[in-house]
C-alpha cells in the first residue's frame, strides 16, 4: 500500500532536547516536504526536498533542519525545541518533483508539545 | 513572496446547496492545489490544476482555474452531510518548488 509514514503520532518533550520527527514513504518519490499546521494559519512549509541531498527552505524554517540522504526518508530534526514549535506537523511527498504535476500523499501527522 | 487567500473561511450550507470557495494568490503560480481534510486527520488531495483554464471534477465537487484572474473556484453542487472538512487551496510560485496554502476553508453542510 503507498503510504508517507511519520514517527512519533504524539510528542511531548521539553524545551532545549534534541528531537527527531521520521517520515518515510515507499513510491519512489522525488519531492518530500514538511509543514507545521497551527489553527488559524493554515499549512506552512517547512523545508521541501527535490531529490537525495537537495534541500530547501519554505516559508518558516527557523528551528528547523532536515536531511535528505536517502530517496525514501526525510526526517526533521529540532535541535533545540521551544514552546512556540508547539504544532502538528505533516510530512508530504509527490513523484515527478521537477514538476510537481501529481497529487502528493501525505502522513498522518505528529503531533508536538514542547513544554 | 506568493500569497494565497481563500474565502470565506468558514461556510455553514444546508444540503442540497450550491456554493463557491475562491481561492486567490498573488503573484503567478505554475501549479494549483485543493485538499481536503476531516476534523484530527491528514490531508487528502482533490485536484491538481496544471494551466489556465483547467477544470477538473469529482462527484459534487468541481475545481477550475483562471490564471489570468489568479483566482481558482472550488465549486460545491448539491452538498451532502459527507462534504463537511476542511478545504485547502495550496500554490506553487512560478519557477519555485515552494508550496503555499490558504487558510482552509471550514465547510459545515447541515440538513
Known amino acids: 500500500e503507498a503510504q508517507v509514514t511519520q514517527n512519533p503520532r504524539y510528542l511531548i518533550t521539553v524545551t532545549g532536547k534534541k528531537l527527531t520527527v521520521t517520515c518515510s514513504q515507499n513510491m519512489n518519490h522525488e519531492y518530500m516536504s514538511w509543514y507545521r499546521q497551527d489553527p488559524g494559519l493554515g499549512l506552512r512549509q517547512i523545508y521541501y526536498s527535490m531529490n537525495v541531498e537537495v534541500t530547501d527552505k519554505g516559508d518558516v524554517p527557523e528551528g528547523y533542519k532536515v536531511s535528505r540522504k536517502e530517496k525514501r526518508n526525510f526526517p526533521l530534526i529540532l535541535e533545540s525545541p521551544s514552546p512556540n514549535q508547539t504544532s502538528l506537523y505533516f510530512c508530504?511527498?509527490?513523484?515527478?518533483?521537477?514538476?510537481?504535476?501529481?497529487?502528493?500523499?501525505f502522513g498522518q501527522g505528529t503531533r508536538l508539545t514542547v513544554v | 513572496e506568493l500569497k494565497v487567500e481563500q474565502n470565506p473561511l468558514f461556510l455553514s450550507m444546508q444540503e442540497g446547496k450550491n456554493y463557491t470557495i475562491y481561492c486567490n494568490y498573488s503573484?503567478?503560480?505554475?501549479?494549483l492545489y485543493w485538499y481536503r481534510q476531516d476534523p484530527g486527520k491528514s490531508l487528502e488531495s482533490l485536484f491538481v490544476?496544471?494551466?489556465?483554464?483547467a477544470v477538473k471534477q469529482e462527484g459534487r465537487l468541481m475545481a477550475s482555474l483562471d490564471t489570468k484572474a489568479r483566482l481558482s473556484t472550488l465549486h460545491i453542487t448539491a452538498a451532502v452531510h459527507d462534504l463537511s472538512a476542511t478545504y485547502f487551496c495550496a500554490a506553487l510560485g512560478a519557477g519555485s518548488y515552494q508550496l503555499t496554502f490558504g487558510k482552509g476553508t471550514k465547510l459545515s453542510v447541515i440538513p
Open positions: 490544476l496544471l494551466s489556465n483554464g
Open positions: 503573484t503567478t503560480s505554475d501549479r
Open positions: 508530504a511527498s509527490s513523484s515527478t518533483g521537477a514538476a510537481l504535476n501529481t497529487e502528493a500523499f
